[in-house]
């Protein structure tokens, strides 16, 4: 269930790394996650993984493993009220289909999907690391505002939606089956016409 919700705030935090393309902040990016429908945790419950892995993202933004790591540390470390409902999704998902090889199966798809707001976001924080004059923290912090802010603006209901289809050709009939099951457990599906795609 780790892999599983940290891919689920994974997915939230760089699909939505994205309002407009001004700066915006780890909270706004939450809200947004939870404006298009994540409700297994609040913005404010959100924050803290932010927070968590923004280190890994703003130093190894382009180590997919890295950060895969450090997003299932960050969603199991500060996630302890969200203990017990998480163990029966993962329990349940894993009843239905193994989830690991479906996460495994599904990444390079995803990431495929991805590359024009990765491809942004990546220009964003390089070019802010080249020319913002902060040190330190406070340059992680308004450079990584930046990137937020690009992501924010790319990452709409309909760019979900078109992940979503896409990932939907990508798995059997079955495994397809246990992720409509239990998305509804993790996401507010209504206005997403891919949940209801028919393999």
Same mark, same amino acid.
């Not at 540390?73 to 239905?96: E, Q, R, T």
């Not at 246990?178 to 393999?199: D, E, F, L």
């Given at each position: 269930?780790?892999?599983?919700?940290?891919?689920?705030?994974?997915?939230?935090s760089?699909?939505?790394?994205?309002?407009?393309?001004?700066?915006?902040?780890?909270?706004?990016?939450?809200?947004?996650?939870?404006?298009?429908?994540?409700?297994?945790?609040?913005?404010?419950?959100?924050?803290?993984?932010?927070?968590?892995?923004?280190?890994?993202?703003?130093?190894?933004?382009?180590?997919?493993?890295?950060?895969?790591?450090?997003?299932?540390?960050?969603?199991?470390?500060?996630?302890?009220?969200?203990?017990?409902?998480?163990?029966?999704?993962?329990?349940?998902?894993?009843?239905?289909?193994?989830?690991?090889?479906?996460?495994?199966?599904?990444?390079?798809?995803?990431?495929?999907?991805?590359?024009?707001?990765?491809?942004?976001?990546?220009?964003?924080?390089?070019? %802010? /690391?080249?020319?913002n004059? $902060?040190?330190?923290?406070?340059?992680?912090? &308004? #450079?990584? !505002?930046? @990137?937020?802010g690009e992501?924010?603006?790319?990452?709409?209901?309909?760019?979900?939606?078109?992940?979503?289809?896409?990932?939907?050709?990508?798995?059997?009939?079955?495994?397809?089956?246990? %992720? /409509?099951?239990?998305?509804? $457990?993790?996401?507010?599906?209504?206005?997403? &016409? #891919?949940y !209801?795609? @028919?393999?």
């Amino acid at each position: 269930m780790a892999k599983f919700l940290a891919t689920v705030i994974l997915v939230s935090s760089v699909a939505f790394t994205s309002v407009s393309a001004a700066a915006a902040t780890k909270l706004k990016v939450c809200e947004k996650a939870v404006n298009l429908g994540l409700t297994f945790y609040t913005a404010k419950e959100c924050e803290p993984i932010l927070t968590c892995i923004e280190p890994t993202l703003y130093n190894t933004p382009e180590d997919t493993a890295a950060i895969i790591d450090k997003g299932k540390s960050c969603v199991i470390n500060n996630s302890m009220s969200k203990a017990l409902p998480a163990l029966s999704l993962y329990n349940g998902f894993n009843g239905c289909t193994d989830l690991m090889a479906l996460l495994d199966k599904l990444t390079t798809p995803f990431m495929n999907q991805c590359k024009v707001p990765i491809n942004k976001c990546l220009a964003v924080l390089n070019n %802010c /690391k080249k020319n913002n004059q $902060k040190t330190g923290a406070a340059k992680q912090t &308004a #450079c990584m !505002n930046n @990137v937020y802010g690009e992501g924010i603006a790319i990452v709409t209901k309909a760019f979900i939606n078109k992940v979503c289809t896409a990932l939907s050709k990508k798995m059997t009939s079955k495994e397809w089956g246990c %992720c /409509k099951t239990y998305a509804p $457990k993790v996401v507010n599906v209504q206005g997403y &016409a #891919c949940y !209801n795609i @028919v393999i």
